[in-house]
């Protein structure tokens, strides 16, 4: 098991320096800021039932989006990812397929980035409107 520990750990350290190279922020950061974002919208139902939203936008700056056109997909899966375990850990159940998508922006309050989120049953990462429409 030892081993596993080891490669899951890597993995967290290759997508939080992925997460930053391509935000240009601290990784905890942003993903504190979403993980924040999930737990503020979570519904209790009752004592072993937490629904959190599954549906989630990352907005980044323009000019930053097109630089990372060939890696936007990456960054929404490494956040995804840490989402999950987060939620896993907290033993959220999702309201559908999570998702996490990274999309441009024009105006930004803080200049970096604007993370929303919504329960969408059923939803997939395509289902959202490209940047580009």
């Known amino acids: 098991m030892g081993?596993?520990?080891?490669?899951?750990?890597?993995?967290?350290?290759?997508?939080?320096?992925?997460?930053?190279?391509?935000?240009?922020?601290?990784?905890?950061e942003l993903l504190d800021k979403l993980?924040?974002?999930?737990?503020?919208?979570?519904?209790?139902?009752?004592?072993?039932?937490?629904?959190?939203?599954?549906?989630?936008?990352?907005?980044i700056?323009?000019?930053?989006?097109?630089?990372?056109?060939?890696?936007?997909?990456?960054?929404?899966q490494a956040l995804m990812d840490s989402l999950a375990r987060h939620g896993e850990s907290r033993g959220y159940e999702w309201a559908g397929p999570l998702t996490v998508r990274v999309t441009a922006a024009v105006h930004l309050p803080n200049g970096r980035y604007r993370i929303a989120c919504r329960p969408m049953p059923h939803v997939r990462a395509d289902a959202f409107p490209s940047a580009s429409e």
């Open 61 to 76: 700056d323009s000019s930053l989006h097109k630089e990372l056109a060939r890696h936007v997909r990456q960054v929404g």
């Open 3 to 28: 081993t596993l520990k080891q490669w899951e750990q890597a993995l967290e350290r290759w997508q939080d320096a992925l997460v930053a190279k391509f935000v240009h922020s601290e990784p905890v």
């Open 35 to 59: 993980r924040g974002e999930c737990d503020n919208h979570v519904v209790v139902c009752s004592q072993t039932r937490v629904v959190a939203p599954n549906a989630y936008e990352v907005e």
